[in-house]
C-alpha cells in the first residue's frame, strides 16, 4: 500500500467509532510481577542464587518485560523465539516481534548453569527485581544477528558497535518473574506502566490515540507535525519520549522531560498527554520502528506516527544513510493489518520564511524559502549565546535549553590511550598534557595506568575479568570528570575490545570519548622494556602478559590511529591537539 492510500484509508476509519481501547499485542496484557506474598519469598530466597548485575540496556528491558510493555514476551528469548525473530520478525509461535530481548552473560557465569537453574536479575546497587527460570542457554552468532537486525556489521552504527563490542558470549533465555520494579526518583508521576496508561485513557475517555515516539527536544516543527497527525486521524496525542537509553551524545533526558513539560501548553486543551519510556533504543532503523509500534500498542495507543528515517542512527563509515528515510513507513505498511496499530506515516515540517508557516516537506513550492537549524547549528547557538530563532523554537524550551548549555561552557572529554606495554602511551600522553595546558586553563586530569592500579585497582589482578574491571573503574572515573566539563586523559593497557566499549559508553553519555591506539610494534615495545617484564612472561615468570601470553585485541575503528615506534612524542602531541582543535573542544 502506498503512503498516500495508507493515509486515506486512516482517514476513512477516522469516522469509525473505537468503543474502547486496542487490545495488547498478542491479546492478554502479560504483566509478570508475582503477587505481594509470592514476591516477598522469591525476594529472600533470591539471597542464595547465583545473580547477574543488571547494565543500562538489560535494565531497561527487564522493566519492559515485567510491566507488559513487551507482550506478549514472558521472559527473555529462548533460543527458538531467538533464532526466528533474527530470520523473520517472528517469535518461534509466528507472533510478529522484530527485536531480540535476550540477557547475555559471560562464559564463566554460563558455566555454573544449567536448564532449570534459577537466577537473580539485580540492579545497579544489588537489589534483586526478579527471577529468571532459565529453559536455555546458548551461544548466538552475533556477526549473523547484526546483519540481520540491523542490516550491516559496520560499528559507526551505535547498536551494531553495542552488539559486536559489548555483549557477552552467552544468551540465557526463559520465564522472568517479577519480585519489584526499578526504583525510578525522577519524574515519577509520568512514569506509567501499559496498565496504568490504560486506566488514565478509560478514565478521560480517550480511545483514540496517536503517539510519538522522540528522544531529542520538540520544537515548533514537532509540534505542528505531532498536531497535524492527530487531526488527520481524530485522535488525542500521547507524546512518549524515550527516557531508558538513547544515541550516545544525545542531550540526557532530564532536561528533555523539563522540554516536552514546557511544550505540552502549546496543544489545544485536553489534547495532548506527557507519558516516559524507560526503553533502551537500538537505534535499528525500520526493525524498531516496529518495535516501537508493538510496545504503544500495548499502552494503549490505537495509532503511531512514522515519520522520515525513524529510529535511524545517521551515516556509516563511508557517509551513507544506514537506512533509507522511508524504510521505516514501507516496512510497517507490509505489516499494517496484522499490527492492529494503524500506523500515521507523516513527512518532515519544514519552516516556509515567505509564508511565514510550517508545512509538510511534501507541499513545499519550487519558489519557497525554506529554512532549518540542524542539531549541530542549535548546539553552537547554544554555545556562543546568539539568537535562536523564534520560527524555530518556543522561549520557555529554549530558556531550559540555554540553563542546561550555558554559552561558553566546556564540553569535558576523555583521551583514552591503548596499546601493548612499552607502546608509549604514557610518554604521548604527559606530551599531550603538557600542550593542553599551554593552551588552556581547564582542569586537566591524568588516569595512568600504574597509578590507577596503586589506587584506584588495587587488589585486582591480572584475568581477564579483572583487567576489564579495571578498564571500567577508569571509565567511570573519566565519565564524572567529563560530567563536569574537565579532561580525563586514560593511558591504560585496555587488551579487550569489550571493556574499552565499555568505557566508551560510560563517558559518551556525558561527553566526547577520543579513543587513541598507540600502534607501537611488539619488537619495539620489548626492545623499550627497561624493567625486563617482557623477558620475565617470555620465561613463563609472569602469566597473562599482554602480547605474550595473552591478546591485545586491536582498537577497530579508533578515533586516531598512531605510530609509536619512531615518532617524536611531541609530534604525535601536536596530531592530537589538531583534531581536538578540529572537532571544537578546545574552545574556552
Not at 76 to 91: A, G, I, K, N, P
Not at 453 to 481: M, P, Q
Not at 499 to 527: K, M, N, P, Q, Y
Amino acid at each position: 500500500m502506498s503512503q498516500s492510500a495508507l493515509a486515506q484509508s486512516d482517514v476513512a476509519a477516522f469516522h469509525e467509532e473505537t468503543p474502547a481501547l486496542i487490545p495488547p499485542h498478542g491479546g492478554v496484557l502479560k504483566e509478570l510481577y508475582l503477587p505481594a506474598e509470592e514476591a516477598a519469598a522469591l525476594k529472600q530466597r533470591s539471597a542464595g542464587l547465583p545473580g547477574v548485575d543488571l547494565d543500562t540496556r538489560q535494565l531497561c528491558d527487564l522493566e519492559l518485560l515485567l510491566n507488559g510493555a513487551f507482550s506478549p514476551l514472558e521472559g527473555f528469548l529462548t533460543q527458538r523465539d531467538y533464532e526466528r525473530v533474527v530470520e523473520d520478525y517472528r517469535l518461534a509461535d509466528g507472533t510478529l516481534w522484530p527485536i531480540p530481548i535476550t540477557l547475555d552473560v559471560s562464559e564463566a557465569f554460563a558455566e555454573r548453569l544449567a536448564p532449570g537453574s534459577e537466577v537473580a536479575l539485580r540492579d545497579s546497587q544489588g537489589v534483586p527485581l526478579a527471577v529468571l527460570e532459565v529453559q536455555d542457554i546458548y551461544r548466538p552468532d552475533r556477526t549473523h544477528e547484526a546483519l540481520k537486525v540491523f542490516g550491516t556489521t559496520d560499528c559507526a552504527h551505535p547498536g551494531v558497535a553495542e552488539l559486536l563490542e559489548r555483549y557477552r558470549p552467552v544468551n540465557l533465555g526463559g520465564r522472568v518473574r517479577g519480585i519489584q520494579a526499578p526504583s525510578h526518583y525522577d519524574f515519577a508521576a509520568l512514569r506509567d506502566t501499559p496498565r496504568s496508561l490504560r486506566e488514565w485513557f478509560q478514565a478521560h475517555g480517550w480511545h483514540r490515540i496517536v503517539a510519538f515516539q522522540t528522544r531529542n527536544p520538540m520544537h515548533r516543527a514537532h509540534r505542528e507535525l505531532t498536531l497535524r497527525a492527530a487531526q488527520q486521524v481524530g485522535a488525542k496525542l500521547l507524546v512518549q519520549p524515550s527516557v531508558g537509553r538513547t544515541k550516545p551524545g544525545d542531550i540526557d533526558h532530564y532536561t528533555r522531560v523539563r522540554c516536552y513539560q514546557a511544550l505540552l501548553p502549546q496543544y489545544p486543551a485536553n489534547s495532548a498527554h506527557l507519558s516516559l519510556l524507560p526503553l533502551a533504543m537500538r537505534m535499528g532503523g525500520p526493525r524498531e520502528a516496529l518495535w516501537h509500534a508493538i510496545i504503544r500498542k500495548n499502552y494503549g495507543a490505537s495509532h503511531f506516527i512514522v515519520g522520515r528515517d525513524h529510529a535511524g542512527p545517521g551515516n556509516d563509515s563511508n557517509g551513507k544513510p544506514f537506512y533509507g528515510p522511508f524504510d521505516a513507513q514501507h516496512l510497517l505498511e507490509q505489516h499494517q493489518d496484522e499490527l492492529g496499530i494503524r500506523i500515521v506515516p507523516f513527512p518532515a515540517m519544514v519552516y516556509v520564511a515567505n509564508r511565514d508557516t510550517y508545512l509538510p516537506s511534501n507541499e513545499v513550492l519550487p519558489d519557497d524559502e525554506v529554512r532549518d537549524i540542524s542539531g549541530t547549528q542549535l548546539r553552537r547557538h547554544l554555545h556562543e549565546g546568539s539568537e535562536i530563532p523564534a520560527w524555530f523554537s518556543f522561549p520557555e524550551v529554549v530558556k531550559i535549553l540555554r540553563e542546561r548549555h550555558p554559552a561558553q561552557a566546556n564540553r569535558g572529554f576523555a583521551l583514552f590511550f591503548t596499546g601493548l606495554s612499552g607502546a608509549g602511551k604514557s610518554t604521548i600522553a604527559q606530551a599531550v598534557v603538557a600542550q593542553l595546558l599551554e593552551r588552556t586553563s581547564r582542569a586537566v586530569t591524568v588516569l595512568d595506568g600504574d597509578e590507577v592500579r596503586k589506587h584506584l585497582s588495587r587488589g585486582l589482578g591480572f584475568s581477564r575479568e579483572d583487567r576489564s574491571a579495571n578498564v571500567t573503574r577508569i571509565g567511570y572515573v573519566a565519565s564524572e570528570i567529563v560530567r563536569h566539563g574537565g579532561i580525563a586523559v586514560c593511558a591504560p593497557i585496555a587488551p579487550y575490545a569489550d571493556a574499552r566499549a565499555e568505557a566508551r559508553a560510560l563517558v559518551e553519555a556525558h561527553g566526547d570519548f577520543i579513543e587513541i591506539h598507540v600502534a607501537t610494534s611488539l619488537e619495539v615495545c620489548e626492545a623499550r622494556d627497561r624493567k625486563g617484564l617482557y623477558a620475565q612472561a617470555r620465561a613463563g615468570a609472569i602469566a597473562h602478559f599482554t602480547g605474550i601470553s595473552d591478546p591485545y585485541e586491536e582498537p577497530v575503528r579508533p578515533e586516531l590511529r598512531i605510530d609509536g615506534n619512531a615518532a617524536d612524542p611531541l609530534v604525535l602531541a601536536a596530531d592530537i591537539v589538531s583534531l581536538l582543535e578540529q572537532r571544537g573542544l578546545l574552545q574556552g
